[in-house]
């Protein structure tokens, strides 16, 4: 007699667990990213990305499919800016990539 609320309660649980954290987790990658901008980029890429008009590259300016690009160039380094490649893990990499691609000019 009570099934429906139990399935109902089944699929209210179900919701939670596997629909709700995926969002969560994504502004946590975006905000850890963020942390981690501001632990190694900020200096040389401005405050929140916001490029102060020196030499650096604004990094709101990468696209979605511009990843190997970016990759390669925090890695390897490029002109003025040092390689980061054992300072900055893949892990790491895939949450600046997270906070830079949630502030870029091209979603
Ligand atoms: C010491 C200053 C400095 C720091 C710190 C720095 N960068 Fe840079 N970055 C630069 C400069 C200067 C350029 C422009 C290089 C060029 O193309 O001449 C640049 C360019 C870039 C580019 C674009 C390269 C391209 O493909 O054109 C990316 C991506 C980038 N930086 C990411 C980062 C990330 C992520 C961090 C933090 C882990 C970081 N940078 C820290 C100075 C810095």
Redesign the pocket.
């Known amino acids: 007699m009570d099934t429906n609320i139990g399935l109902f309660s089944w699929a209210v649980l179900f919701a939670s667990v596997f629909v709700v954290p995926p969002a969560v987790a994504q502004e946590d990658k975006i905000s850890a990213g963020a942390a981690?901008?501001s632990t190694?980029?900020?200096?040389?890429?401005g405050d929140e990305l916001v490029n102060t008009g020196?030499?650096?590259?604004d990094?709101r300016r990468?696209k979605a499919d511009?990843r190997p690009?970016?990759e390669?160039?925090?890695l390897n380094g490029?002109?003025?800016?040092?390689p980061?490649k054992g300072?900055?893990n893949a892990t790491?990499?895939d949450l600046?990539w997270n906070y830079?691609r949630a502030n870029a000019y091209q979603k």
Request: charged share 10%.
């Open positions: 981690i901008y190694y980029c900020q200096t040389c890429h020196g030499q650096s590259f990094l990468l511009e690009r970016f390669n160039s925090v490029r002109n003025q800016m040092p980061w300072v900055i790491q990499l600046l830079i």
